[in-house]
């Protein structure tokens, strides 16, 4: 059973802070995804990383693929209260390849 | 283009009732995921599936819990006999063939009284 971790679990931080993120674990996904939530709606996609080591930058958040592909991080830099959700990673598995596996996310709280 | 559409939003039932979810996927996505989500926890898988076909089940419970998606109209999750245990947020996911990337609706959330 191929499972994620994700660290903290939570965490709250002042507006212009920086912030990183991780996602881990002991199995190699063929990709991994970053998705953010708010209360009330489904996740949104954030990006999608494919090859071991890819960086990859959406304004202040940049996302980074571990080389082996088995763990992920996402920096936010100068947190603004917009960024405040939950942030889940999801890797492809499952019997089909074809399965999304959840981590348990980080909610993320920014104070004015 | 509308996104991928869940309803009922909000469904109460009491024990004992059974609660029906509908979900029709992006246009022409033809992949279906269901999951659910308790309170403070991540999703949790329950089933994936193509148009008549379920492709897997593994994260469905063996017993109450039953999905479809049919030739015409949406996928439906059904839950017979409803507990309290199953209050949650269940989100529908659709995706293309073959594509690694999940398009999420709103989600339903399920009041067991």
């Known amino acids: 059973t191929q499972l994620l971790e994700q660290s903290p679990q939570f965490l709250s931080i002042q507006e212009g802070e920086n912030l990183t993120v991780y996602c881990n674990s002991s199995s190699v996904f063929s990709s991994l995804q970053w998705y953010r939530q708010e209360p009330g709606e489904g996740p949104v996609l954030l990006v999608t990383v494919v090859t071991g080591g890819e960086v990859k930058k959406l304004k202040r958040l940049t996302f980074q693929f571990g080389d082996a592909r088995k763990d992920s991080s996402l920096h936010i830099t100068a947190a603004q209260t917009g960024d405040t959700g939950l942030y889940l990673c999801a890797g492809a598995g499952g019997n089909y390849g074809q399965n999304f596996v959840f981590g348990p996310g980080t909610r993320l709280s920014v104070l004015p | 283009n509308a996104g991928v559409m869940q309803n009922p939003r909000h469904l109460v039932r009491r024990r004992g009732q059974e609660a029906r979810l509908r979900c029709s996927p992006m246009k022409g996505h033809s992949h279906v995921y269901w999951y659910r989500q308790l309170p403070e926890e991540g999703l949790k898988f329950m089933v994936y599936l193509q148009k008549e076909n379920i492709i897997d089940e593994s994260g469905m419970p063996k017993e109450r819990f039953s999905a479809e998606f049919p030739k015409e109209g949406p996928s439906i999750l059904r839950i017979q006999q409803v507990v309290r245990g199953d209050s949650a947020a269940y989100f529908c996911?659709?995706?293309?063939?073959?594509?690694?990337?999940?398009?999420f609706g709103a989600g339903s959330r399920l009041t067991v009284l």
């Open positions: 996911a659709s995706s293309p063939g073959g594509a690694n990337v999940l398009t």
